[in-house]
T-cell receptor, first 114, second 108 residues
Framework: ETGVTQTPRHLVMGMTNKKSLKCEQH?????MYWYKQSAKKPLELMFV???????ENNSVPSRFSPECPNSSHLFLHLHTLQPEDSALYLC?????????????FGPGTRLTVT | RKEVEQDPGPFNVPEGATVAFNCTYS??????FFWYRQDCRKEPKLLMS???SGNEDGRFTAQLNRASQYISLLIRDSKLSDSATYLC?????????FGPGTRLSVLP
């Protein structure tokens, strides 16, 4: 059983659509992360939130907009995406003290942009 | 140079074999190090943290050499269920940097 859930699990959208990905963690963590995993590429960290505050934005295009209303929920709002944005989007959470590095991942949303 | 590099793989080994994975990282300010495993079409899961003195968890042994900026993972007596992609992860600040992974297939 995973303590991190993501919805939807699969999403197909056109380049002009607007959609949102949702992540929820049930582990009492207070840091949450968005990653992108493209075929044959390493996981790329996109955004980091600690105590609902964004602390990292690794040069992600503005067509990706994160939102963290509380320490249990994380959203990724998508608009005017490009076909190269098709990938697996993974959410993760951890305790604020990140020295243990134990991140728990959700199952991911597989996004296809047509 | 990529921040985290790993053996390209894939590694195909028979059951019971010992297999070693290597990882190097470029950022000398890196603070913490981990091995994750990722099964096909699944999310990554923490396998073990890597400590400076080296650490062991059952059949798995991890080593860290900070001077050489090198991390290793040794799997002894490999099982079919060990088949997965093994990801080397380096942490500094708020960043977690994943290596490209090394795929392992354990064959009957």
């Amino acid at each position: 059983e995973t303590g991190v859930t993501q919805t939807p699990r699969h999403l197909v959208m056109g380049m002009t659509n607007k959609k949102s990905l949702k992540c929820e963690q049930h582990l009492g963590h207070n840091a949450m992360y968005w990653y992108k995993q493209s075929a044959k590429k390493p996981l790329e960290l996109m955004f980091v939130y600690n105590f609902k505050e964004q602390t990292e934005n690794n040069s992600v295009p503005s067509r990706f907009s994160p939102e963290c209303p509380n320490s249990s929920h994380l959203f990724l709002h998508l608009h005017t995406l490009q076909p190269e944005d098709s990938a697996l989007y993974l959410c993760a959470s951890s305790r604020r003290q990140v020295t243990s590095g134990e991140q728990y991942f959700g199952p991911g949303t597989r996004l296809t942009v047509t | 140079r990529k921040e985290v590099e790993q053996d390209p793989g894939p590694f195909n080994v028979p059951e019971g074999a010992t297999v070693a994975f290597n990882c190097t990282y470029s950022n000398s300010a890196s603070q913490s190090f981990f091995w994750y495993r990722q099964d096909c079409r699944k999310e990554p899961k923490l396998l073990m943290s890597v400590y400076s003195s080296g650490n062991e968890d059952g059949r798995f042994t991890a080593q860290l050499n900070r001077a050489s900026q090198y991390i290793s993972l040794l799997i002894r007596d490999s099982k079919l269920s060990d088949s997965a992609t093994y990801l080397c992860v380096v942490h500094y600040g708020q960043n977690f940097v994943f290596g490209p992974g090394t795929r392992l297939s354990v064959l009957p």
